[in-house]
């Protein structure tokens, strides 16, 4: 969701629970607030009101930083203690992805959201920012489950029978009736049961209460499963293409990493509008694509440069990045996902992966990001 602008929010209304103030006009804005730049028009004036007072401001300014610009620093309190709140951030939502993980719905009104690990905290606090500046009218609560539940992956073309045979009668897992996630009791203990893949082949995450955690996997050991490290899973998903830390750096978008048909085009989310600004939209951007060596023996490196085959190592010439690599088991050669001016129009040329710090020099193929079972039947079978 985007910060409203004074254009697109000429007034702006705020009740609370308190006395509100004798209206009082300001027609100065305060420039020293003010940051130079951006989209503001200075050459339309606009008025907007907030707390019950009038004040003034300039076309394409966010009503943030407009507050701020007319002093206005006490902008709400807190919801149990009467603590003041100010304006947390006078930017709007940059469109950009940050975090990628899941959403299951447990119920109507109860939502599960799985993220990296890496960026729980964040992902954490921007729904809180979302929850309490965004969207303060929304009877939304969050709570980190994070240490109440351990969650395992079960991947492989065997997942589904061990599943089944470790589960017995406490749940169907055919595909009928288990699409996407099933909750229920297993021995007497809560369990969820998600239909995930990270790695492109079918799989599941089964939870239970963390103090179970445990004796599940000792009960999955013996079925004969083989536990497999996050380096495996590394090497897996960058075949399977599936975007994830390394090319979600803050630069790249959801049409950048190839997934824009997640984003609705019917409803609001965090970031939709700055998402659509003319910049993250240009074909010509550096977009999500595959590449592997020409010469199969050679390696590839995560952080190289991307040049046309034949062009000076000049940061004029910089055409994106490698993001993540990989030598592939499966395919016997290096892989590496990286991001590419005009990205998938470029499928078949042949491009240079300089590393000067490493000295890497590697004439590439651009290929599409999916390197393993392109059709999905891994994933279904």
Known sequence: MTAATLDQVPLLARTEARPVPSARVTTAVGQSHRL?????????????????????????????????ANGVKLVARSFKYPRPRGILTAGAEDGHVFDDG??????????YLTTT?????????HLEHARQILWASLEVRLASATDQWAQYALAGPRSRALLAELLS????????????????????????????????????EIAVPSAYGD????????????????????VMRIEKGHAAGNELDGRTTAADLGVSKMLSTKKNFIGRAMAAREGLTDPARPRLTGFVPVDRAQPLRAGAHLLAAGAPATA??????????????????????????????RVGERVRA????????????????????PEGARLRG
């Open 354 to 373: 300089y590393d000067p710090v490493r000295g890497g020099d590697t004439l590439c193929e651009v290929v599409l990001p999916v390197f393993v079972d």
């Open 117 to 125: 690990t890496a960026n729980a905290a964040r992902v954490m606090q």
């Open 215 to 234: 004796a599940l996997i000792r009960a999955v050991e013996a079925l004969d499963a083989t536990p497999y490290g996050t380096e495996a899973l590394g």
């Open 36 to 68: 130079a730049g951006g989209s503001i028009d200075r050459a339309r004036p606009l008025g907007f009101s907030f707390d019950g007072r009038a004040y003034s401001g300039f076309a394409g300014d966010t009503l943030a930083s407009a507050l701020v």
């Open 316 to 345: 004029a010439h910089d055409e994106g990045w490698l993001s993540s690599a990989a030598h592939s088991l499966t395919l016997g050669h290096a892989v590496a996902l990286g991001c590419l001016a005009h990205g998938a129009e």
């Open 169 to 204: 009668d406490a749940a169907d897992v055919s595909d009928a009736a288990l699409p996407y996630i099933a909750a229920f009791r297993w021995c007497g203990v809560p369990t969820r049961l998600f239909r995930l893949s990270f790695s492109g082949e079918r799989a599941y």
């Open 102 to 111: 899941t959403a299951a719905r447990l119920a109507d009104d109860h939502y």
